[in-house]
């Protein structure tokens, strides 16, 4: 079969390679402790919260869509600076393997759905009300390099709204009730932020040159490679603080020993995810980005999870 013959790829697999759709697991882990947080405590009636079918869909829903419409708009908005960065000049719009309409209806579609997934979960009217605050947040992250060094801290908090959101489509009427029952949320919430706020200018730092030639404001652009890195263990090192005060924002988690062992252990995997990064080594970023970040996450939701069992 010629070339001119040769079937046209999918386009759906396209699209979720051009989004990294795999990448999902970041976020997801976190949103599920959010979710097994919600259920174990009490709600203001003093019962635990019961959460059907129709709840988890929506929640898997909401996450699915929200980060599909984000990365679909990054690519969008991103198209010219990726097609003049030789790093990211074969993804898959300045390639040509997608074109813009077809990003633009991909997005479109995935904002409707993440919309009407927030719907699901009526009559708590939170996540419905807050659906397109919330989308228009995700997608402003793509436009924060251009004006603000805090590009990374911006998709820190965006991602970290996975698990308040859940907590507010589980819990609303508790938080309604008494807005300090969102603690234990906004406390995983922070660990999340610095957490991704931190590999994320690890990985800005492949494009420090590419970055200060074209104007963007990114962290590595502002202070060097070396100076980025550091800020970066800063950051790791807040989310850790806050990992170790999360059991403590809510006595009826009861986790102990097989928590804190999760988060020594998160502690050994950043020191090693940061010993693979120089500076003028920066070979192994995806090392640190991917295989790293993704056994943290998974680490995190098993052994809280294992804690709430044997509770």
């Given at each position: ?57 929506g929640l898997l829903l909401c996450m699915v869509f929200a980060r599909s419409t984000a990365m679909a708009f990054n690519r969008l908005v991103d198209q010219r600076y990726d097609a003049e960065n030789p790093r990211t000049a074969g993804r898959h719009l300045p390639a040509g393997l997608l074109s813009r309409s077809e990003v633009t209806a991909f997005a479109l579609v995935c904002a409707a ?199």
């Open positions: 079969m010629s070339a001119a013959e040769s079937p046209r790829p999918n386009r759906l697999r396209l699209m979720l390679e051009m989004i990294r759709f795999s990448h999902t697991i970041f976020a997801l882990p976190f949103a599920c402790l959010a979710l097994l947080m919600a259920m174990q405590l009490p709600a203001s009636d003093g019962d635990r919260v019961a959460v059907g079918w129709p709840a988890l869909a759905g993440f919309v009407g997934s927030c719907a699901l979960f009526l009559p708590n009217w939170l996540p419905l009300a807050g659906s397109l605050p919330v989308l228009a947040f995700l997608c402003g992250y793509s436009l924060a390099k251009r004006f603000t060094s805090a590009a990374h801290l911006w998709l820190g908090v965006a991602l970290s709204l996975a698990p308040i959101c859940v907590w507010l489509a589980i819990r609303g009427s508790s938080v309604i009730a008494a807005p300090a029952d969102l603690l234990p949320a906004l406390v995983l919430a922070a660990a999340v932020a610095l957490w991704v706020t931190g590999f994320d200018i690890i990985y800005a730092c492949q494009d420090e040159a590419f970055d200060r030639q074209a104007g963007l404001q990114s962290v590595p652009a502002r202070l060097g490679a070396a100076g980025a890195l550091r800020l970066a263990a800063v950051c790791h090192l807040g989310m850790l603080v806050c990992l170790l005060l999360l059991p403590l924002t809510a006595s009826g988690l009861g986790w102990g020993v097989v928590y804190y062992a999760s988060v020594a252990l998160i502690a050994g995997l950043l020191i090693y995810e940061h010993r693979l990064v120089r500076p003028d080594d920066l070979q192994r970023v995806n090392t640190a980005f991917f295989n790293i970040n993704a056994i943290i996450s998974i680490l995190l939701l098993v052994a809280a999870g294992i804690d709430s069992w044997l509770i």
